[in-house]
């Protein structure tokens, strides 16, 4: 059996390994399209700071590790997929047969639309290569500008600060994390921000960007201001990388349309993490989660489906956890809330703690909070769960602290039925 896997991600690396398990005669080849080994885009913060070197985003410390199971792993660009012969092309000119293809080409950084994006001093920090470009420039003291403060933005904020620079936040929404916070926990992220020397600018955009006579970068903005920067970081967002389909009579919407086994609409092609456009743990819909524990759960899930299994994929809960400057927000779920659903917040600015809790009928499945970090996990598994909370969501309501005891109760309760 011949197993290729585009993409040398979380995602393509877990499949790999658990192929590998599956069918030990098998040969597995993982194509990764840069020069580097399989390594974490989560980890590149903490590279940046220092507090690891580059080996330190590798996703397997020993590098042999991989080899000594027999997984070939390819540094090339897939240039073309024939579904019909079965084959993948390379850059270099050669072609891989398959048996059974996985795709997880994973996302590209988005940039804005604007005059002067091009410049040399404006970068994403998405690859190790985009990292030691910011190492150059984000000297102790430079002045940094950073579009977006989502998710991305806000973990590369903190490595930034750790930095050194004198650092301005330019984000189009009205708030922080406009797609994990609501209003005022955006606000409280913002504040905290501000309070150890970030300038945030919400609710407006960069116009363009163009070059000073000392090198450095003018950015207007839409509001009149204009800064200087030494370095302009991008972070407005990711998309997935379908441009290999774009010739395939694959089936495709906002990622590559799979069903609850990770499969596309080739029987012998599959998907997984970002590229992948499937099940919603919450909705029940079909969508792209551009998070790791997604990737993750996606490989393993089409690797096992591969191999021969029949792995149902029940969906993804959409989760996010976010340490920025100390203050960590978690999201769970439709932390927006549902419509004709009910709700209640913890609210307490001057102590940066918020909780919102977000109900459909008797159960719980949203949740955000800021500033609170003691068994948020059991609000997941509230979630997850699907437990029928009866009289506890009034009790909820009344004191949304009383989640672990909530949780305690119902499930005792369950233990017994």
């Known amino acids: ?9 979380p995602a393509g690396v877990t499949a790999a390994e658990t192929l590998r398990h599956e069918d030990a005669q098998a040969n597995i080849c993982l194509i990764g399209n840069e020069p580097e080994p399989p390594y974490s885009r989560m980890a590149i913060p903490y590279y940046l700071t220092g507090k690891i070197t580059e080996q330190g985003s590798y996703l397997r410390e020993d590098q042999q590790q991989l080899a000594g199971q027999g997984i070939e792993v390819r540094q090339a660009r897939v240039t073309a997929i024939d579904n019909l012969a079965q084959t993948v092309s390379l850059d270099d000119g050669s072609s891989l047969p398959y048996d059974k293809l996985l795709i997880a080409t994973g996302s590209t950084p988005l940039r804005p639309p604007v005059s002067g994006m091009d410049h040399q001093r404006v970068s994403s920090c998405w690859t190790l290569e985009d990292a030691r470009q910011i190492i150059k420039l984000a000297e102790s003291g430079s002045e940094v500008v950073l579009i977006g403060a989502g998710f991305i933005g806000c973990i590369i904020l903190e490595a930034l600060v750790e930095r050194g620079v004198k650092l301005t936040v330019i984000e189009t929404g009205n708030r922080m ?9 955006g606000g409280l992220l913002k504040s905290w921000c501000e309070n150890q020397g970030v300038k945030v600018l919400t609710s407006c955009s960069v116009q363009s960007l163009s070059e000073n006579p ?24 990711v998309k997935p990388n379908l441009d290999l389909l774009a010739n395939m009579p694959i089936k495709t919407d906002s990622g590559i349309l799979v069903n609850d086994r990770l499969q596309s609409s080739d029987k012998n ?9 499937g099940i ?17 759960d996606h490989g393993r899930i089409a690797a096992l489906n591969m191999a021969g299994h029949d792995y149902q994929h029940h969906g993804s809960l959409n989760m996010n956890v976010l340490d920025t400057l100390g203050l960590i927000s978690h999201s769970f779920g439709l932390w927006m809330g549902v419509e004709g659903g009910d709700s209640v917040e913890l609210y307490n600015p001057d102590d ?8 459909d009928g008797d159960l719980l499945v949203g949740a955000s909070c800021t500033g609170m970090t003691q068994h948020i996990g059991v609000l997941r598994g509230l979630i997850e769960s699907k437990i029928s909370l009866g009289e506890w969501k009034e009790r909820l309501i009344e004191d949304p602290l009383s989640f672990v005891e909530a949780y305690m109760a119902c499930t005792q309760e369950l233990a017994y039925i």
């Open 177 to 185: 994390v406009p797609r994990m916070l609501d209003e005022k926990a």
């Open 280 to 296: 919603d743990f919450s909705t029940g819909n079909y969508e792209v989660q551009a998070i790791q524990p997604t990737a993750t």
């Open 269 to 277: 092609i599959y998907a997984a993490g970002d590229v992948a456009q």
């Open 352 to 359: 940066f703690r918020y909780l919102n809790l977000q109900f």
């Open 1 to 9: 059996m011949n197993y290729v896997i585009i993409g040398a991600g």
């Open 214 to 237: 000392d090198g450095s970068l003018a950015v207007s903005l839409d509001n009149g201001q204009s800064l200087n920067a030494r370095l302009v970081i991008t972070a407005t967002g």
